[in-house]
């Protein structure tokens, strides 16, 4: 895995000598992952992609966080769901498993399901291999911990972070890709994979919400 930040930005030359140096001392490597952004994956033509996968990085990790074009707007993500869905699409063509991400409770409150349904109708249309579910945990001095501190926004709490989570899940339609809720900042921990397993994550899902415990 190339961490460090979104390493998707380096320059094609540097991407070549990195991954033809891992495949040399690393022969037994089963692919290679980074994280990136969709104006990451914009700012690469065609045939980067393409010359990058043939090298072996076969695995984007990308943070979709909304499908709403407001809260987009709201994070300064640089960029809209039509944008995300054609640069996600881009890196499938080329045969990279796709792991997106987004965050819960990052919506203002009167549109928080609403923010639901237009992400889960965004990670319908982008069809990853898995999503992985994160709620917000402000800091200090962040746009969000600065928000809550001086009352302009609520800290969400228990109650609407499940039911948000539970819009998404119905308004998301994968086909054979995973969703996971199982980051530490979630109140529950369940993955499915759908549509097979819608049923298991919505059981995990009203457990919580019915005050039982959900594993």
Request: aromatic share 6%.
């Amino acid at each position: 895995f190339v961490s460090d930040g979104n390493a998707l930005p380096m320059p094609a030359g540097r991407w070549k000598g990195l991954l033809e140096n891992m495949g040399a001392r690393l022969p037994w490597g089963e692919g290679v992952g980074t994280f990136a952004t969709g104006m990451d994956i914009g700012a690469k033509s065609d045939g980067e992609l393409g010359a990058l996968r043939d090298l072996g990085l076969d695995r984007l990790y990308v943070g979709v966080e909304s499908g709403h074009a407001g809260v987009l707007k709201l994070v300064d993500k640089g960029i809209d769901p039509e944008g995300l869905l054609l640069q996600c699409g881009r890196a499938k063509k080329f045969g990279m498993t796709l792991v997106v991400s987004v965050v819960l409770g990052i919506a203002p409150e009167e549109h928080f399901l609403e923010n639901a349904r237009a992400t889960g109708k965004l990670l319908s249309a982008i069809n990853p291999d898995e999503i992985g579910v994160t709620m917000l945990l402000p800091q200090r001095g962040s746009m969000f911990g600065k928000a809550i501190a001086d009352g302009s926004m609520p800290l969400p709490d228990r109650e609407r972070l499940i039911a948000e989570l539970r819009e998404l899940y119905l308004h998301t339609e994968l086909d054979g890709g995973v969703f996971n809720a199982t980051h530490s900042s979630c109140y529950l921990s369940f993955s499915a994979r759908l549509p097979g397993q819608r049923e298991h994550g919505l059981t995990s899902i009203d457990a919580v919400l019915a005050g039982e415990d959900a594993a």
